[in-house]
T-cell receptor, first 116, second 116 residues
């Protein structure tokens, strides 16, 4: 199955810095999702994007659904220690649900490490 | 509180033995999924079920089996035919489709299986 191209693989930043990561695909997705995973836990949904060009915020997090439907971006402003973890993008060809054969396709993750 | 549980958290088995991982949800979700996660990799779909007594293979179903006798339960058996069973296994459930459905989907805390 296809996997999304997520970059960077890892980021080492100072506390307080802004963070940017992105996800690209060779094919179109109708829904883009961003998750955060803490070590030894399941992913937790951060932001869901349903419309091309959509820009959505959740606190210090902002994500955008690319106009071509083939990419998405996640920005974290003013990083804090609890932002440490692995961030995954995921895409679905379905508009609203992950159900069915077109379940979620995941990127390989961006490992965020914050230096105090 | 509604949620999705997986047990056990850690599991050790000898090579050649079958092992069953538990996944239970009380969210009244129809769709349930099993994913496998390897270090530095995204999540890959093993099996999914959209309704009781029905399930479909995902991208990496070989060496795995599932059952869906109850809406709340979707156990995964890792058989001796799975060549590289050591991994982190995640179960997820999704509500029926509809805008915003992703906001109500949940991943379990995962089971880390180590085959010795």
């Amino acid at each position: 199955g296809q996997q999304l191209n997520q970059s960077p693989q890892s980021m080492f930043i100072q506390e307080g810095e802004d963070v940017s990561m992105n996800c690209t695909s060779s094919s179109i997705f109708n829904t883009w999702l961003w998750y955060k995973q803490d070590p030894g836990e399941g992913p937790v949904l951060l932001i869901a994007l349903y419309k091309a060009g959509e820009l959505t915020s959740n606190g210090r997090l902002t994500a955008q659904f690319g106009i071509t439907r083939k990419d998405s971006f996640l920005n974290i402003s003013a990083s804090i220690p609890s932002d440490v973890g692995i961030y995954f993008c995921a895409g679905s060809r379905l508009m609203y649900s992950g159900g069915g054969a077109d379940g979620l396709t995941f990127g390989k993750g961006t490992h965020l490490i914050i230096q105090p | 509180d509604g949620g999705i549980t997986q047990s056990p958290k850690y599991l050790f088995r000898k090579e050649g033995q079958n092992v069953t991982l538990s996944c239970e949800q009380n969210l009244n979700h129809d769709a349930m999924y099993w994913y496998r996660q390897d270090p530095g990799q995204g999540l890959r779909l093993i099996y999914y079920s959209q309704i009781v007594n029905d399930f479909q293979k995902g991208d990496i179903a070989e060496g795995y089996s599932v059952s869906r006798e109850k809406k709340e339960s979707f156990p995964l058996t890792v058989t001796s035919a799975q060549k590289n069973p050591t991994a982190f296994y995640l179960c997820a459930s999704f509500p029926p489709g509809g805008e915003g459905a992703y906001n109500e989907q949940f991943f379990g805390p995962g089971t880390r299986l180590t085959v010795l």
